[in-house]
């Protein structure tokens, strides 16, 4: 049985420049889409993408030198090894069977001070903590961060260590697409981060990003 999933995919994701490094020539971006955050790329020499869409791929090759259609690991071969000084995920680890390969395997393509740059959702993000906890229930949605597609599922604490076990070097790291901009979820927000001391101030962000470089060759 087949399962529906929608998402955007010409969105240009403005939250993510920040942790984009200010310059690289070579640049892979693994989920591409449509190719709409290669508008991030003016500065680059090469670009290459991965989409695991067919239509999706066909419309990203106006934006890239290079689109592969399918999975990661199902092109990884037809990618050049220690090319790469900026590699993108935007919502993308998420959906792997192994996060953990990934992570080792990505390593192979980058450049030595090449930077990952990764979006991906916050389980304690309130909505589902609040249906998790408090409601009893863990419910899959068509989207967001309950994702029928979801197969790996962090939080802040769990994503950081993740990266420490592969070595990364984390650059820049924080939470994105903070809640409390629509008004009905001012008095939510402020109550849970009264009530808890801050406690729960990570529960506030849809998502997590990061920029990291590759681990030191000594390492």
């Not at 003016?42 to 670009?47: F, Y």
């Not at 990618?79 to 395997?105: K, S, T």
């Not at 309950?146 to 994503?159: G, P, V």
Request: net charge positive; charged share 25%; glycine share 6%.
């Amino acid at each position: 049985m087949s399962i529906s999933t929608t998402y955007p995919t010409h969105d240009k994701r403005p939250e993510m420049i920040p942790f984009l490094p200010r310059a690289f020539k070579r640049v892979l971006e693994i989920g591409c889409g449509e190719g709409a955050f290669a508008y991030n790329y003016s500065g680059a020499e090469e670009r290459w993408g991965v989409e695991l869409s067919a239509s999706d791929s066909k419309k990203a090759m106006r934006f890239f030198d290079h689109v592969l259609n399918g999975t990661y690991d199902q092109v990884q071969d037809r990618i050049p090894d220690g090319y790469f000084d900026l590699v993108v995920c935007n919502d993308v680890i998420e959906h792997m069977e192994d996060h953990d390969w990934f992570l080792e395997a990505i390593q192979k393509k980058m450049t030595a001070e090449g930077r990952l740059v990764v979006s991906l959702p916050n389980i304690r993000y309130f909505k589902p903590f609040f249906e998790y906890v408090f409601l009893r229930d863990w419910r899959y949605r068509p989207n967001g961060n309950m994702d029928h597609s979801h197969l790996r599922f962090f939080t802040r604490k769990s994503l950081l260590r993740t990266l420490r076990e592969h070595r990364f070097r984390v650059d820049k790291f924080g939470g994105i697409n903070r809640a409390g901009k629509k008004f009905w979820s001012l008095p939510i927000v402020a109550l849970m981060l009264l009530a808890t001391l801050g406690y729960l101030s990570d529960t506030l962000y849809v998502q997590y990003a990061f920029s990291a470089r590759k681990p030191l060759p000594s390492e």
